[in-house]
């Protein structure tokens, strides 16, 4: 076999990171161009208040705005000109339904401003339907309204940090490829809720045409205060094995409160205050510090990523399936339809 030079590769390929909650701090992404990706996912919603979204986004297309490296994503065309222009494309990201409150003109509105992905909960129960963490009733009347007006605003839905039942109702709803932006599969580790999925809701969510974007969360990896790289290969590798070579992509979800980027006191007073206002779960969410996997800790780091799946074994063009072709074909699937 032929050696495969791993640095021009990853340069080459079309990288997503699908979940980017670190770009709440904007300055970080400088970190994510320095590790080749061609598309960021920043979060602008998710269990708070519709203004305070309102905000976020305010400031992203402000940002992008000032700034000649930068565009805003909203067609599977955007990512390749950013790829041929070496820009870094911005899709905009929900974790959560609270800002549309209740209401599904809001997601007109939201997809207007460059929203174009809407995940139905972050952990707990909202108007929509029951997070992983809280007893699961089921996607709610208002959920399949919802769901029904993402599909027809062309807005993909996002069944990460949701429940098993809502997850598999919000599947058989929608008319669209369904994603879970950041989830691992419980074949690989099993956690405490359904924060880790199953295999059944990999298979469903691949028959949608969608996929699931591994995530370097060191609690959803194993109980190693520091997973290494092979796990995280791993459970690239379950996800392969039970959905599909073109259904798995990237969600690493590098956020402010992990190794190192956070003061180890501000890390500790930000989980103490997710876990008291029920956001996460001590079974699930260990306590800081968190170390994303070794080799790959911070999002400047990627390119090796695409050496250790070569390492594995995956073709290159696997590879660059995995690290972006994979979303990219969700993004023309409902953004371009």
């Not at 269990?47 to 930068?70: G, K, M, V």
């Not at 190693?224 to 796990?231: M, V």
């Amino acid at each position: 076999m032929p050696h495969i030079d791993a640095q021009k590769l990853h340069a080459d390929s079309i990288v997503i990171d699908g979940c980017c909650p670190l770009l709440v701090n904007m300055n970080y992404i400088d970190w994510y161009k320095e590790g080749g990706c061609t598309v960021v996912t920043p979060t602008v919603g998710g269990f708070y208040p519709t203004i305070i979204s309102f905000t976020f986004i305010a400031a992203w297309l402000e940002f992008i705005r000032s700034r000649d490296d930068l565009i805003l994503v909203e067609s599977a065309s955007h990512v390749r000109e950013a790829k041929q222009s070496g820009k870094t494309g911005v899709v905009l990201h929900f974790q959560g339904t609270d800002p549309i409150d209740g209401n599904a003109d809001h997601v007109n509105a939201f997809k207007k401003l460059g929203v174009g992905i809407m995940q139905l909960t972050y952990n707990t129960e909202n108007k929509v339907g029951f997070g992983a963490q809280v007893e699961d009733n089921g996607l709610k009347k208002f959920g399949r309204k919802l769901i029904k007006r993402c599909n027809d605003a062309k807005v993909i839905v996002d069944c990460s940090h949701t429940g098993y039942r809502t997850t598999m109702e919000a599947i058989e709803c929608s008319e669209k490829p369904v994603i879970f932006s950041h989830a691992n599969p419980m074949g690989a580790y099993r956690t405490a809720t359904a924060r880790n999925i199953e295999d059944d809701q990999i298979k469903a969510i691949a028959q949608t045409g969608g996929l699931i974007g591994v995530t370097g969360f060191p609690g959803f990896l194993s109980d190693e205060s520091q997973p290494s790289l092979n796990l995280f290969l791993d459970h690239i590798e379950h996800l392969v094995q039970v959905g599909g070579i073109d259904h798995v992509s990237l969600g690493i979800d590098y956020y402010l409160g992990q190794h190192p980027i956070a003061d180890p006191k501000d890390a500790q007073a930000n989980y103490d205050q997710l876990v008291s206002e029920g956001h996460w779960k001590v079974g699930d969410y260990p306590p800081p510090p968190h170390y994303y996997p070794r080799g790959i800790e911070t999002p400047e780091k990627l390119p090796a990523l695409t050496e250790a799946l070569l390492g594995r074994g995956y073709k290159p063009e696997d590879v660059q399936k995995i690290l972006g072709l994979n979303l990219l074909r969700v993004y023309e699937a409902v953004w371009d339809e």
